[in-house]
């Protein structure tokens, strides 16, 4: 199926307007309310919890090989953790594991 031009950009307007309502709704209705602590502390967490739910299978089943899992990228994901648990800073976990893949990439060809 083909689109003009004129309905691309019209998906994408209707898009991007349901994508504002939803987050609006939700955050406009929280925006003025406190919230409790418990809930502070539990949103805290969100982020820990998404992103690795978004690199995993970017690590597991990278479409560079085709889904098939590899040496490098298991590594590498490795040494991110590792570092990040051992120093708690995000730049130095990032550039060893960026380190790793691309000696490891280098190295296997």
């Given at each position: 199926?083909?689109?003009?031009?004129?309905?691309?950009?019209?998906?994408?307007?209707?898009?991007?307007?349901?994508?504002?309502?939803i987050?609006?709704?939700?955050?406009?209705?929280?925006?003025?309310?406190?919230?409790?602590?418990?809930?502070?502390?539990?949103?805290?967490?969100?982020?820990?919890?998404?992103?690795?739910?978004?690199?995993?299978?970017?690590?597991v089943?990278?479409?560079?090989?085709?889904?098939?899992?590899?040496?490098?990228r298991?590594?590498?994901?490795?040494?991110?953790?590792?570092?990040?648990?051992?120093?708690?800073?995000?730049?130095?976990?990032?550039?060893?594991?960026?380190?790793?893949?691309?000696?490891?990439?280098?190295?296997?060809?």
């Amino acid at each position: 199926m083909s689109y003009s031009a004129g309905e691309i950009w019209l998906i994408i307007a209707l898009t991007a307007a349901g994508t504002f309502a939803i987050r609006i709704s939700f955050l406009g209705v929280l925006a003025r309310r406190v919230m409790r602590g418990w809930v502070l502390r539990h949103l805290r967490y969100t982020p820990v919890a998404v992103l690795p739910g978004l690199a995993a299978p970017l690590v597991v089943w990278p479409d560079a090989t085709g889904g098939e899992a590899d040496l490098a990228r298991l590594a590498a994901a490795a040494v991110t953790i590792g570092v990040g648990i051992l120093t708690r800073r995000f730049l130095h976990a990032l550039a060893w594991g960026a380190g790793v893949l691309l000696l490891l990439s280098w190295l296997g060809g």
